[in-house]
């Protein structure tokens, strides 16, 4: 038995998002994305390559998938054994701690975690750029959860040169999200295939690719003048670009559902009562606020009139991945 590998990374939300690749097999989105990692969500996995295993054996949550379940994983790993040259398959045993599949980004440090611990342990040395390229093969938003605070992943245009690093960690000012965990349905849609339709079918998408650009730059001012305000409403208006791409596709989409209204709906009330808070959604029914932490308790008591209170769950900016090794 070789050594084994544990990787724990942190869970983030775009605030300028990645939606369509321009490369699928390499993982090159179409336009590059700012996001924010956050401290109360993460995934935690151990990783051994093991001569005597005669298939990779997946563990979540202790329950060993079959395979049909974790082919994904394990042509990740095929990738790993191939940059490597290790030959052995892998015990993987994976904890997340962030509600799987409902947009709350458990493939961001799902394959974040995974990338780490599992190219350590097939005796990779890779610094955090290159770990968050072997990441970003596994899954585009997995690219920035290598990195805490606010993370920039820059689209690039081949393998070498998509990338994220970090734009601003530590955050010394104050903004946090609350995340409005809603009932978790199975997606319409899984978010490579939809952003696939999006981009073969939305007559808006050129119209995206470009409005994405400049909210990156808009986005980095904003981050770097500390400016709450910029960064909820740039935000809160790229979020609601992208589902208008699903909206207009063929045939259209959408991840919405009846509760996820109610939630943008009270944001929007609050802010027409002087509370400064904003929202964004990625591909599934939760809502993210963004606001500061001061008006946490105000926005959540307001919450409360539609949901329960396990449902508010408050994050604040999180760090970068972390490793730990036994023998
Ligand atoms: O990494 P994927 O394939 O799960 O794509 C997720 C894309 C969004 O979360 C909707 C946006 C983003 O930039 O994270």
């Known amino acids: 038995m070789s050594k084994t590998v544990t990787a724990r990374a942190h869970t983030n939300i775009a605030l300028v998002k990645y939606w369509g690749k321009k490369d699928p097999k390499l993982m090159l989105p179409q336009n590059g994305s700012i996001s924010l990692t956050l ?11 093991d001569s005597n295993l005669n298939r990779d054996q997946i563990y979540f949550d202790d329950q060993l998938l079959p395979a049909t379940k974790s082919r994904r994983i394990s042509r990740f790993l095929d990738l790993v054994r191939q ?19 409902a947009g709350l ?7 974040a975690a995974l990338a780490g611990a599992a190219s350590r342990a097939a005796g990779m040395n890779l610094d955090n750029t ?35 690093e970090v734009l601003q960690d530590p955050i010394d000012w104050d903004i946090q999200m609350i995340a409005v965990v ?21 007559p808006y998408y050129p119209a995206w690719v470009k409005t994405a650009k400049t909210d990156l730059k808009r986005m980095r001012r904003a981050i770097t003048a500390k400016d709450l305000t910029t960064v909820g409403q740039i935000a809160e208006t790229n979020a609601m670009r992208m589902h208008a791409l699903n ?25 027409a009562h002087g509370v400064n808070c904003y929202y964004t959604l990625d591909a599934g029914p939760n809502v993210k606020i963004i606001c500061a932490g001061k008006d946490t308790d105000v926005i959540k008591t307001a919450l409360q009139r539609h949901f ?6 408050v994050a604040k900016p999180g760090p970068g991945i972390t490793f730990t090794e036994t023998e």
Not at 39 to 49: N, P, R
Not at 83 to 101: D, F, K, L, R
Not at 105 to 110: D, H, N, P, T, V
Not at 134 to 156: D, K, N, P
């Open 182 to 202: 809603l009932k978790a349905t199975r997606k319409p849609i899984s978010s490579t295939a939809g952003m696939a339709r999006v981009v073969k079918t939305s």
């Open 39 to 49: 401290d109360h969500f993460y995934t935690q996995t151990s990783v051994t390559f």
């Open 130 to 164: 290159a770990l968050s390229r072997l990441a970003r093969r596994g899954s585009g938003s997995a690219t920035r959860s290598i990195f805490g605070g606010f993370v920039e992943w820059h689209a690039g245009h081949d393998d070498a040169s998509s990338y994220a």
């Open 105 to 111: 980004a458990s493939s961001a440090s799902g394959f």
């Open 308 to 313: 329960a209170p396990e449902q508010l769950i």
């Open 247 to 271: 909206l207009s596709a063929q045939p259209a989409f959408n991840y919405f559902t009846a509760a996820t209204l109610t939630a943008i709906n009270a944001v929007t009330d609050l802010r």
């Open 83 to 101: 940059q490597s040259g290790a030959e052995a398959y892998a015990a993987v045993h994976t904890e997340n701690h962030v509600p799987t599949s």
